[in-house]
Structures are given as C-alpha cells and as structure tokens.
C-alpha cells in the first residue's frame, strides 16, 4: 500500500494518489529513507501533486535520513513553482547543516538517470595536494568490479571542495542497518562469523609472519561491511 502511495506521488498518478487519501492514507507515510510523497513530488518537479498532499494536510517539513525537507528537495532540482507553493505553506530548507565526518558529506542524487551518492569533501579534511585525483586514478578506480567492492563511478572538482560519485547501496548505511537489529539466517550468519574469526586469529597469531598487514586487515573488514549493506541485514 505504501509503496503503490509513493509510487503514485513519485510519477505524479494525481488519480490514484486522491483516491488513495480518500480511502485514509495518512499523506506523511515514509519510506525506507524517510522520504515522503511530498518529498518525491517535489523532487520530481509535480506541482499538482504537492498542492494535493497539501490540501490533506501533509507535513510540510518532514525530514528524509540526509535531513532534506521537500523545501530542499525542490530548490536542488530547481522547482520554483514547488518552492514557491511550499514556501507559502510554510515549508524551510533545513535547519541545521549537516555535519561533516572524516569522509565528507554524502547524499543520494540522480547521475545520469541512476541514483548514486554524491560526497562532498572539503579542502580542509585532506591536504590540498591531495585533494584532486588524476585522470588515471580515476580510470583505474572506475576500472575496479568485485561483487564486494564499493563501484566507483568518477571525481568532479568544484570550487574548493572534491565531490566523488559512487554506487548507491539500496538497503542503506551500516548504522540504518544495526539499528534495526535485523537477524541473519543461520547460512549467512556462519559465513560472517568466519570472516570475522579468521581475521581474530590472524592478528593474534604468535608467529608474526602470519600476522595479516594493516591493509589486509581493512580490506577483509571492508568485504564483511560490504556484504551486510548489500544483503540489508545486520550483523548477529
């Protein structure tokens, strides 16, 4: 029922989505990244459907999981007539800048009709010199395919900041992931156990030779990391 609700508000279906709150859905219903129909109207650039959702009541200021309202969904795609009509309702962009960790701010965006995350990384996070990749660090990044390694798909330099583009994993970030305390079945769950058990082994091991280097060592949490977010599942 949701997913049919969003689908409509998303393709801009006024029908089916008027018919769906006659019948009660509660216009503010969220999907797995808390985004909201108004949200998707008004990232879609669907005007009438945002007058819709507006007239059941909608909240107009509901944040999504980056903290975007519908607001600042419409000015990112440059929907003026939707900014202008939430603006009137009382709609804002947000609040409170988002804060930036080690790697920069990531957000969902569409690149060429896929959605992929944008991060941006600041100048003042790395070193100016190595802030820019070249053009052959950017051919081999894009050149890397393992069902375990996070799809590079280019760098872009605006301004003083560094924006990478890179694959959108559907079942979100680890945190999203633990919160939901989600368990494993029993095949999986093994598989992880042992990822995690030889990597224990390898770094207590009293023959230094077959202590694992710190790079193997991140390369081998990185792939169970990976497997979860791809499976949507938490760790046991």
């Known amino acids: 029922m949701i997913g049919n609700f969003l689908s409509f508000a998303s393709r801009g279906d006024r029908v089916g989505l008027n018919d769906m709150l006659r019948k009660g859905m509660s216009p503010d219903v969220q999907d797995y990244d808390n985004r909201t129909a108004l949200h998707l ?52 962009e947000l609040i409170e800048d988002q804060a930036m960790g ?58 003083e900041d560094m924006i990478l583009i890179t694959e959108y994993l559907p079942k979100g970030n680890m945190n999203d992931i633990l919160a939901k305390k989600v368990r494993l079945d029993p095949a999986t769950c093994l598989r ?26 991140i390369e081998i949490l990185e792939e169970v990391i990976l497997l979860v977010k791809k499976a949507g599942c938490s760790v046991c």
Not at 56 to 84: F, G, M, S
Not at 106 to 122: C, L, N, Y
Not at 138 to 154: D, K
Not at 196 to 217: H, M, N, W, Y
């Open 102 to 159: 080690q790697f920069g701010v990531a957000e969902k965006v569409k690149w060429r009709g896929t959605w992929v995350v944008k991060t941006v990384i600041s100048r003042h996070i790395y070193h100016p010199e190595k802030m820019v990749l070249t053009a052959k660090d950017n051919t081999l990044l894009r050149e890397l395919r393992h069902p375990n390694i996070l799809q590079f798909l280019g760098s872009i330099v605006q301004g």
């Open 41 to 92: 109207a008004a990232s879609e650039g669907h005007a009438s459907i945002v007058e819709l959702l507006l007239a059941y009541n909608a909240n107009v200021n509901l944040q999504d999981r980056w903290q975007r309202t519908p607001l600042a969904d419409a000015k990112v795609y440059e929907h003026r007539d939707i900014c202008r009509i939430l603006e009137v309702n009382g709609g804002r």
């Open 192 to 217: 992880y156990a042992l990822d995690i058990a030889r990597l224990i082994e390898q770094c207590t091991s009293k023959d230094i030779r077959q202590r694992p280097s710190f790079g193997s060592v």
